[in-house]
């Protein structure tokens, strides 16, 4: 006998209803309540994850499931806020309910360890994607916004990028790795971190902040865009992981080092007057913070410089969905 289809309302109730204590209502009604705690403000966010523009067609639903989270929560980590609430939004092609019970799993997880509770969503059939709203809080001045860049500021970031970036062109067969590094990046690619922590220690002491989602260059870029400053980044200074720097193709290494996506670090500025206590934050969280620039005044514009200050092109700038 052939099992029967879970209906809409059982997938909902099975792999997605949990009990929500920091919310006033849950799954289950029109709207979930929540009450944010008094005086903050309400940091909110969403992102949309596409099969076959932001994952592959195949890729693990328990590492989908963490990472539909995870960049959300990376957005929180940027504005220095703290996560509470978390929709999903998923169109599902079949009620395939191994992969739904995996892709759950991974959400859940992320949302248990990082103290989110999911409120809500909406559940169709249709070609693989999901949506994630995340909300947050953060005390009123206290939220890092991508325009408090100053002249003179250093210009810090968390880990390292390139790796998630080389993650994919192992996956596509387009470079070879070791297969530990391989398996790293991989990781890295699939299963991002999002920097709550960090994000929420940053705040007064970082003047301005971005995840970095799109590429290093890119996204420092939007920060001198909301500043209205320039910024240079010093190419010797750049955190490489192992994988990057076993990567014998130094060209590539470059352009996945500054302008490949899919990291979910941080990058932010901070006063020169801070940098005791942002290499004590680091040693305590255990996360590498690094200086790889400076805010400079001019007009909004990155330039990357090599040793001697020479200015090094960059060739891919970021990732736009509209752009060639
Ligand atoms: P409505 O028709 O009012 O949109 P739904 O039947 O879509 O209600 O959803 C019923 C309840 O289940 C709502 O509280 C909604 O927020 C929640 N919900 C639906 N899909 C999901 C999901 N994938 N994850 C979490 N909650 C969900
Ligand atoms: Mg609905």
């Not at 290093?216 to 400053?229: M, T």
């Not at 060209?251 to 500025?269: I, P, R, S, V």
Request: charged share 20%.
């Amino acid at each position: 006998m052939k099992a029967a289809v879970a209906s809409e309302f059982e997938l909902i109730q099975r792999y997605f209803t949990r009990p929500a204590p920091s919310a006033v209502l849950g799954v289950g009604d029109d709207c979930a309540l929540v009450k944010p705690r008094q005086g903050m403000l309400l940091a909110v966010s969403t992102d949309m994850l596409v099969e076959g523009t932001h994952f592959l067609a195949g890729t693990d639903p328990r590492r989908l499931g963490h990472k539909a989270l995870a960049v959300n929560l990376s957005d929180l980590a940027a504005m220095g806020a703290d996560a509470r609430w978390a929709l999903l939004s998923i169109a599902l092609p079949a009620a395939d309910e191994a992969w739904i019970a995996a892709f759950a799993g991974g959400f859940l997880a992320l949302a248990e360890s990082t103290g989110v509770d999911i409120i809500g969503g909406d559940t169709t059939r249709g070609p693989l994607a999901m949506s994630v709203t995340v909300t947050g809080e953060v005390p009123p001045g206290l939220e890092l916004r991508r325009s408090g860049a100053q002249v003179g500021d250093d210009i810090w970031l968390s880990g390292s990028t390139g790796d998630a970036a080389l993650g994919l062109a192992c996956l596509q067969g387009r470079i070879e790795l070791p297969e530990d590094l391989r398996t790293a990046c991989c990781l890295r690619l699939e299963c991002p971190e999002p920097r709550l922590e960090l994000g929420g220690r940053l705040r007064g002491l970082a003047s301005s902040a971005i995840d970095v989602s799109d590429g290093l260059a890119a996204d420092i870029g939007h920060i001198a865009e909301a500043s209205s400053v320039a910024a240079d980044i010093y190419l010797d200074l750049l955190p490489r992981s192992s994988a990057l720097s076993s990567c014998t193709d130094t060209g590539l290494a470059q352009q996945y080092l500054l302008g490949g996506g899919d990291d979910y670090e941080l990058a932010f500025t901070a006063p020169v007057a801070v940098r005791a206590q942002l290499d004590a934050l680091a040693q305590e969280l255990q996360l590498p913070l690094t200086r790889i620039g400076v805010i400079q005044p001019g007009a909004p514009r990155v330039v990357v410089r090599g040793r001697d200050g020479v200015p090094v092109a960059v060739a891919h700038r970021g990732y736009d969905h509209f752009q060639p």
